[in-house]
């Protein structure tokens, strides 16, 4: 059994001044996709979104918007907030072709905003642990959890038998959230020839608006989960059990259980390369 460590999606914004700059950003960035990497834009009039396309493949958005900003002196939105938002999803697809561009693409927006000393904000990415198993073979847990939050118990997450949601969440209020997590069929949903059962944690606009996009906060935000796998269904079914007869669940309670003994461990240095190079690469 092998696993690693992926990023899968990222997105970023940057905050306008003006309409004017809004429109100049946008033109610059998809500019610069194009040119730098084997890809076309493509006007989506039913999302008004710019797609970053290769052959069809949806490999990112290109989004302008703008909201209202309250003014807390005469208590009246009297101000508005522009923005570019591009979003890139399926970093890590296993499709070679497509993730290589991807992460090309991604690597020049946050390049040419890096040389230009343009200012942009995290507001999503997902970290994810890749293991060549089936999904019967693999168990997540959160066993550190957030307040004011619901889960699934271990016996009742699983939906249509292809991924397991951990945090109790309705699709109207998923984005209400800092961050969910869950686990899922990759081979099913890439059409693979071999099996990837994939652990994948959101980290969605709310975490950035009190967390740096750093490492830290990260591996952080990824230690809340317990990833295992199990080369014997028996032995799961067991650790199973044993979490459920706890209403509460304290590391001493952990380590009892023996959670460690079956426990994959993200690789913290991939992550770290990858977001420092992120932030520092520029294209010239």
Not at 153 to 163: A, C, H, I, K, V
Not at 267 to 280: A, G, R, T
Request: aromatic share 14%.
């Amino acid at each position: 059994m092998t696993y690693s460590t992926e990023i899968d999606t990222v997105s970023i914004q940057v905050n306008c001044s003006s309409l004017e700059e809004q429109q100049g950003i946008s033109f610059m960035l998809g500019r610069a996709v194009t040119e730098y990497n084997k890809v076309y834009i493509r006007d989506n009039i039913l999302t008004k979104e710019r797609e970053i396309l290769f052959n069809n493949n949806r490999l990112g958005t290109i989004r302008l918007g703008m909201n209202p900003l309250w003014n807390k002196f005469t208590r009246q939105y009297d101000d508005m907030n522009y923005y570019v938002a591009v979003s890139f999803y399926g970093l890590k697809s296993h499709i070679g072709i497509l993730d290589n561009l991807s992460i090309g693409c991604l690597f020049t927006v946050c390049g040419i905003l890096n040389t230009f000393s343009i200012e942009y904000v995290f507001t999503e990415l997902d970290v994810c642990l890749d293991i060549s198993v089936k999904i019967d073979n693999v168990l997540a847990i959160c066993t550190t959890k957030l307040p004011r939050t619901e889960y699934h118990s271990l016996n009742n997450s699983f939906y249509n038998g292809d991924s397991i949601y951990i945090e109790k969440f309705t699709k109207d209020k998923l984005n209400y959230y800092s961050q969910r997590a869950y686990v899922y069929n990759k081979t099913k949903k890439e059409n693979l020839n071999y099996p990837i059962t994939r652990f994948e944690l959101k980290l969605q606009k709310l975490f950035f608006f009190t967390n740096e996009l750093d490492s830290e906060t990260i591996i952080n935000a990824l230690s809340r989960y317990t990833v295992m796998y199990f080369q014997n269904i028996n032995e799961k079914n067991i650790i199973i059990d044993k979490y459920n007869s706890y209403c509460r669940i304290s590391k001493r309670d952990i380590e009892r259980i023996g959670l460690d003994r079956y426990k994959l461990k993200p690789d913290v240095v991939k992550i770290e390369k990858f977001i420092n190079n992120l932030k520092s690469y520029k294209l010239f």
